[in-house]
């Protein structure tokens, strides 16, 4: 049986998932930094692209992708990075995840989910969709006490 989709964690997954990120609909969505300080270097859809990898590769913390980044290409690629030598730190991840919140992370899975559901028949019954965003994190399960 062939499947649309190459399997987690390939290139050729991120290949096929690159075009279907809305990255104008991203940058739109995270208001840039106004005040003092040095201007971003990286765009919101670069970083959000990046929170990626750690859900579409076997790199699942921002740490750990963030280290082996510099030895795949294709994730940098994904991500849109030109630079082997300028990466962003884990702090910039963090800071990004704290502007874009859960609302932001919300309309951006309704704006990819609206193509989707266009295309359905309207006369099926329903409709099961997860979404496990309103899931508590365990941020503080493995602390040294």
């Keep these: 049986m062939q499947t649309p989709l190459a399997t987690t964690g390939t290139n050729a997954l991120l290949e096929q998932l690159s075009a279907f990120i809305p990255d104008e609909f991203i940058n739109e969505l995270v208001p840039p930094h106004r005040g003092r300080g040095r201007r971003p270097f990286w765009s919101p859809a670069q970083l959000y692209r990046l929170l990626l990898l750690t ?3 076997p790199a699942h913390s921002c ?7 510099d030895e795949q290409r294709s994730w940098r690629r994904f991500a849109r990075l030109p630079n082997k030598y300028r990466l962003p730190v884990a702090s910039q991840l963090h800071d990004f995840r704290q502007a874009i919140g859960v609302g932001g992370l919300r309309r951006v899975n309704e704006h990819l ?3 989707l559901l ?3 028949v309207a006369d099926r019954k329903s409709i099961g969709l997860i979404d496990a965003t309103d899931l508590p994190a365990a941020t503080s399960a493995y602390k040294k006490r």
């Excluded at 740490?63 to 980044?69: E, F, K, Q, S, T």
Aim: charged share 10%.
């Design 55 to 57: 859900l579409l590769t």
């Design 63 to 69: 740490n750990l992708m963030r280290h082996l980044l």
């Design 113 to 115: 989910l609206g193509p």
């Design 118 to 120: 266009e295309g359905l």
